[in-house]
């Protein structure tokens, strides 16, 4: 079945505490794309990568970290977490950069 | 200062009538129009798209107009069903190479039977 994935799904943390939010695709897309939502501004670009060792920045990077070493994974770091990364994040991909972007399930992260 | 705005938080139509969500922008290099559907603990899902060459985008229930003078566009579903309430987002693409999705804020959706 083809999908996005994204671990773990829920998570509570403390602030400064590093964390990794993973996310894997099984299509074999060249675009990902991590993107969060909150209350009244939908959903903002953090990152994106248009191809393995390609990403660039969106349009809320800081305070995030990804990196692209496989075609398949793009991992979203939070090297010192705060209180204001509380949020959902999406991770997406698609075939190209012009295609319409698939969706993992969403990470809810809460940091104290 | 958003570039794709959806100035109704929410709207409430009646199971089999017609259901029209807004959306407005601001970029003139957007090209590429999409919407996107989300359900509680989902994540969105591709609804319809429509490109700037056109004007309008039918897929079954759901058409996509794009009026491009007055950086407007709309998706209307006929006949509206329960299965339809969600939360519904407009999304835009800019042209050029280095292409970022810019999302609305998003229409909460209730279709009552």
């Known amino acids: 079945e083809a999908q996005v994935t994204q671990n773990p799904r829920y998570l509570i943390t403390v602030t400064g505490k590093k964390l990794t939010v993973t996310c894997s695709q099984n299509?074999?897309?060249?675009?990902m794309s991590w993107y969060r939502q909150d209350p009244g501004l939908g959903l903002r670009q953090i990152y994106y990568?248009?191809?393995?060792?390609?990403?660039d920045k969106g349009d809320v990077p800081e305070g995030y970290k990804v990196s692209r070493k496989e075609k398949r994974n793009f991992p979203l770091i939070l090297e010192s977490p705060s209180p204001n990364q509380t949020s959902l994040y999406f991770c997406?991909?698609?075939?190209?950069?012009?295609?319409?972007?698939?969706f993992g399930p969403g990470t809810r992260l809460t940091v104290t | 200062d958003q570039q794709v705005k959806q100035n109704s938080p929410s709207l409430s139509v009646q199971e089999g009538r017609i259901s029209i969500l807004n959306c407005d922008y601001t970029?003139?290099?957007?090209?590429?129009f999409l919407w996107y559907k989300k359900y509680p603990a989902e994540g969105p899902t591709f609804l319809i798209s429509?490109?700037?060459?056109?004007d309008k985008n039918e897929d079954g229930r759901f058409t996509v107009f794009l009026n491009k003078s007055a950086k407007h566009l709309s998706l209307h579903i006929v006949p509206s069903q329960p299965g339809d309430s969600a939360v519904y987002f407009c999304?835009?693409?800019?042209?050029?190479?280095?292409?970022?999705?810019?999302f609305g804020s998003g229409t909460q959706l209730t279709v009552l039977p």
């Open positions: 429509i490109s700037s060459i056109k």
């Open positions: 999304a835009a693409f800019p042209s050029g190479s280095a292409r970022q999705l810019t």
């Open positions: 990568s248009m191809n393995v060792e390609v990403t």
């Open positions: 997406a991909s698609s075939r190209t950069s012009f295609n319409e972007q698939y």
């Open positions: 970029n003139s290099m957007f090209d590429y």
């Open positions: 299509m074999n897309h060249e675009y």
